[in-house]
């Protein structure tokens, strides 16, 4: 069978691969002692055995979450700030898309990363780091102030000047970046959930009392120039943008403004969800949303002439690998790249973020 999906050419693809910490269970023997000098050879051979091998044995079991790095991990702010300003990979957004207003929550994926993504270098590099990447995201989230505007990067000295599509320049670490939010992603980073948490609501806080008054700045974030994603709503009936008066075309911008950063906190909210479906996480399987989510994936991609023949990921054609997807759950193939839209409410936020919670809660039991 043929692709029956146009690849996305030129775009970013960022596959976040979920990778569970190891989970090692104490193991508990039962011996019979037939005499009391075999008590005692046991008890002489546990005595020398090499003490990494007795602790081993008591190793506490962990689960996907996994433990906080100790102080022994000296943190790698530098690292951090030269993945997120020099990410690696450059290239052109063509699957350009529209979204209601107020923007939805992306069903669960991000949507805006814009032309900077990381190499595949880069992501080697940064999940062979891990230990050292994580400290660093943690203090750099607890420092972030929404209200900071992004400052201009260089370009990557590393990309030829005969190889450039497009402008090589990566996010100003400075401040909050789709990218850094794309590198928790790649990194399953769930350890810094608490502080992306905290870093959320200060974004969520910002970006509510703008919303309400005009005159206010709006929450910051770079990374999202050329997201290709905008708003399907912004015109009225018969309205022509080129014969817009200057009041009206001010009040778009805002909007479209808005919007780009009603996103990308939608975009944080997603990455919470992803984490926990992708642990299986009971709570947030039998929530309603995980309801919702069913039904609107059912709605939009169950009865596709060719997604419905597919009954599992390997019935998915090779070729249609990259861009089709099989929800294991709902047991329904879809896009990658066009998720559903879930209609944003601040109920729905809030039950999002108890979930989140929850879900940290449970890890440390």
């Known amino acids: 069978m043929t692709n029956p999906i146009p690849a996305r050419i030129g775009s970013l693809q960022h596959p976040t691969a979920m990778i569970p910490a190891s989970s090692i269970l104490t193991k508990k023997q039962s011996f019979v002692i037939p005499s009391l000098a075999l008590a005692i050879a046991m008890n002489l051979a546990l005595a020398l055995a090499p003490a990494s091998s007795r602790a081993a044995e008591t190793k506490p079991k962990t689960g996907t979450v996994e433990a906080t790095p100790t102080e022994k991990t000296a943190p790698n702010p530098a690292l951090?700030?030269?993945?997120?300003?020099?990410?690696?990979n450059?290239?052109?957004?063509?699957?350009?898309?529209?979204?209601?207003?107020p923007a939805p929550i992306p069903g669960f994926r991000t949507l805006m990363h814009g032309e900077a993504g990381f190499s595949e270098k880069n992501i080697l590099t940064a999940k062979k780091n891990r230990a050292a990447l994580l400290p660093a995201?943690?203090?750099?989230?607890?420092?972030?102030?929404?209200?900071?505007k992004p400052v201009?990067?260089?370009?990557?000295?590393?990309?030829?000047?005969?190889?450039?599509?497009?402008?090589?320049?990566?996010?100003?670490?400075?401040v909050f970046s789709t990218l850094l939010l794309s590198l928790i992603e790649e990194l399953n980073a769930t350890e810094v959930f608490p502080q992306l948490l905290?870093?959320?609501?200060?974004?969520?806080?910002?970006?509510?009392?703008?919303?309400?008054?005009?005159?206010?700045?709006?929450?910051?974030a770079d990374g999202a120039d050329g997201?290709?994603?905008?708003?399907?709503?912004?015109?009225?009936?018969n309205e022509d943008y080129e014969k817009l008066s200057p009041e009206r075309a001010a009040e778009i911008e805002r909007t479209t403004a808005v919007f780009q950063a009603q996103a990308i906190q939608r975009d944080i909210l997603a990455v919470f969800v992803r984490a926990m479906r992708k642990d299986g996480f009971e709570p947030m399987m039998q929530s309603e949303l995980e309801k919702t989510y069913g039904r609107l994936l059912k709605e939009k991609w169950g009865a596709h002439e060719d997604f419905s023949k597919y009954k599992s990921a390997a019935d998915i054609p090779e070729d249609s690998r990259d861009s089709v997807?099989?929800?294991?759950?709902?047991?329904?193939?879809?896009?990658?790249?066009?998720p559903v839209e879930i209609p944003y409410?601040?109920?729905?936020?809030?039950?999002?973020?108890?979930l989140t919670q929850q879900f940290l809660a449970s890890s440390k039991k």
């Open 137 to 148: 995201i943690a203090a750099k989230l607890e420092k972030l102030d929404p209200s900071q």
């Open 227 to 237: 997201a290709g994603v905008g708003v399907a709503n912004l015109l009225k009936e």
């Open 325 to 338: 997807k099989f929800d294991p759950i709902h047991k329904v193939a879809y896009l990658m790249w066009d």
């Open 152 to 174: 201009p990067q260089p370009p990557d000295p590393s990309i030829p000047k005969d190889q450039i599509d497009v402008e090589p320049v990566g996010a100003d670490p400075a």
């Open 345 to 354: 409410t601040e109920e729905t936020r809030q039950t999002i973020l108890t």
């Open 90 to 101: 450059y290239s052109q957004i063509c699957d350009a898309r529209s979204s209601p207003f």
């Open 198 to 220: 905290a870093f959320e609501e200060k974004y969520h806080t910002s970006l509510t009392v703008a919303e309400k008054d005009s005159k206010l700045p709006l929450p910051q």
């Open 80 to 88: 951090l700030d030269k993945l997120l300003r020099y990410p690696g």
